[in-house]
């Protein structure tokens, strides 16, 4: 019968493992030097202790930047400006990385789309720019332009909607991952040491008997 000092040594190693496929692909402290832009920058990074923390305050606040980042129409450009962003804030940096990986290839089409969807109801709600191109003979250039000012709001101001509430479901998410890793830990703890207390005892009485 498995003991629940053991379960619990189980769910705490589980918990690990998973981490650590999950960091695997992301910017580590070991591995700053294999990535494009951010390797000229491994020696400062390695010393701020702050960007491979795993405490609330940095994951948070990096989890909401992150995904922010993440639906900015900014592709090709996300991961030096989620090093420089981990920098600024003080935040997690392999947790701000990792989230640009939701955006590639694959998914941006549909992400651009969404983000535009997305911004342009807002921009129509909140009377945003809406101008009619003028098609006649020449194509107002006024009006392109200002066609692509509010494409490129809509896009922008959905990427940072979207990207909050991504983002502050994924740090609900986290907390309550840390609060049951921090239970998990706590009740361990509280066993190991109940058990120290045991043995202690059974010493005692031990050595008392041999006197």
Known sequence: MITEEAKLKEA????????????R???????LHKYPILNMFTVAARKRAYLWSFRSSEVVPALYAGSILTFMPLYGMQLPLAFCAAIIFRV?????????????????PFIYWMTYMTGDFFLSIFGGLNPVINISSQIEQSDLLLKSIRNMSAMVGGGMIIGYFTGF?????????????????????????EKESSTA?????????NI
């Open 12 to 23: 705490r190693f589980s918990r690990i493992r998973r981490l650590k496929r999950l960091l």
């Open 169 to 193: 479901i994924s740090s609900i998410v986290y907390r309550v991952m840390v609060k049951r890793a921090t239970k998990t830990y706590d009740n361990l703890k509280a066993i190991q040491k």
């Open 201 to 209: 005892s059974v010493d005692k009485s031990s050595s008392l008997q």
């Open 25 to 31: 692909p992301l910017p580590r402290r070991a591995t």
């Open 92 to 108: 997690n940096l392999p947790v701000l990385a990792g989230l640009q990986l939701i955006s590639n290839p694959i998914t941006i």
